[in-house]
C-alpha cells in the first residue's frame, strides 16, 4: 500500500486515515439535496468542512442516489465549477464527483486534484483526460445507473466480483500511466447492492487491500444505516460513525462523509489506541 496519496502536485501522508468531506450542490442529494445548491452555501459549507477536520473535499453536482435523474454537462459545470474554483483558491485540496469527461477536463482546469468517478473512468475519453493530468482518481464499483440499480441486484460472491471488477480497472488505469500513490478504489455501498451484500461487503473490506492501493469507504448516511437503526437521513451520524470506524479496522484509508466533526473525533480515538505502546 502506498504510504502517500498523490493529488496532482500534493501529497497526503496515509499514516492516519483521511476524511473526505461531502459537498453536494444539488437540489436532489438523498441527505443534503437544495441545502447547498448555490455557490455561497456550498463554500461556506465546505470551509466549514474544512475547520472541521476534513483533509479533502468532494464536490459534486449530479446525484446518483437511486432514482435520480441525470443533469446535462451545462448544468453539471454551471453548479460546480464555481464551487470547485474559490475552494482551490483558499487551498483546498478539491475531489470532483463526476462521470462526465468533460466535467473532469473543466474541474481540473479549475483547480480539482483529484477525481472521483463512480463510473470507474468507463466513460468514452475518461480515462485520456485522467491519466496526463497527475490528479488522483477514486474508482467505484457499481452496478447499473441510478435508475435501476436496486432493482434486485444479484451476486453468486459479491466480494470476489465487486473485487475482480476493481483490480481490472486498477490495471486498465496503471497501464495508462497512472501510479499506484495516485489510485483509489471503492466498493461503491449502495450502488446495486442489498443490505447483506453492504454488509459483507463491510465486513471483507480487508480484502480489497490486496491490491496495492488506498481503498475509500463512503457509507454515510445511506440506507443501509436506515435499516440497521430505523432513522431517517438526518439521524444516521452515529451509525455512519460506526462504520466509519468498522471501515478504517478493515483496511479504508479514506472515509467518504457528510459527519466531518463526529468522523474526526472517532479516528482520532481509532488512531491513538492503535499508535499506543
Ligand atoms: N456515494 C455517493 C456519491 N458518490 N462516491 C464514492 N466514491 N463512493 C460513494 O460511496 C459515493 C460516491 C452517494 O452519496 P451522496 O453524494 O451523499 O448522495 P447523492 O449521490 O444523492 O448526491
Known amino acids: 500500500m502506498p504510504s502517500v496519496l498523490r493529488c496532482g502536485n500534493r501529497s497526503l501522508a496515509l499514516a492516519r486515515p483521511l476524511i473526505m468531506g461531502i459537498v453536494n450542490v444539488t437540489p436532489d442529494s438523498f441527505s443534503d439535496g437544495g441545502l447547498y445548491a448555490g455557490k455561497n452555501s456550498a463554500v461556506t459549507h465546505a470551509r466549514a468542512l474544512l475547520d472541521e477536520g476534513a483533509d479533502i473535499l468532494d464536490i459534486g453536482g449530479e446525484s446518483t442516489r437511486p432514482g435520480a435523474a441525470s443533469v446535462s454537462p451545462d448544468e453539471e459545470r454551471r453548479r460546480v465549477l464555481p464551487v470547485i474554483e474559490a475552494l482551490a483558491d483558499c487551498g483546498a485540496t478539491v475531489s470532483v464527483d463526476t462521470q462526465k469527461p468533460e466535467i473532469m477536463k473543466d474541474a481540473i482546469a479549475a483547480g480539482a486534484s483529484m477525481v472521483n468517478d463512480v463510473n470507474a473512468l468507463l466513460a468514452p475519453g475518461a480515462l485520456e483526460i485522467v491519466a496526463p493530468s497527475g490528479v488522483a482518481i477514486c474508482l467505484m464499483h457499481k452496478r ?31 497501464a495508462a500511466g497512472i501510479g499506484a500513490e495516485r489510485i483509489v478504489i471503492d466498493p461503491g455501498f449502495g450502488f446495486g447492492k442489498t443490505l447483506e451484500h453492504n454488509l459483507v461487503l463491510l465486513q471483507r473490506l480487508a480484502e480489497f487491500t490486496g491490491l496495492g492501493v488506498a481503498v475509500l469507504a463512503g457509507l454515510s448516511r445511506k440506507s443501509t444505516l436506515g435499516r440497521i437503526t430505523g432513522r431517517g437521513t438526518g439521524l444516521r451520524v452515529h451509525a455512519g460513525v460506526a462504520a466509519a470506524l468498522i471501515a478504517v479496522q478493515n483496511g479504508a484509508s479514506i472515509i467518504r462523509t457528510h459527519d466531518v466533526a463526529a468522523t474526526r473525533d472517532a479516528l482520532a480515538v481509532w488512531n491513538a489506541v492503535r499508535q499506543a505502546r
Open 144 to 174: 447499473g445507473d441510478p435508475r435501476t440499480m436496486q432493482d434486485d441486484p444479484r451476486y453468486d460472491d459479491v466480494v470476489g466480483e465487486v473485487r475482480s471488477f476493481l483490480a481490472e480497472r486498477v490495471a486498465a488505469v496503471r
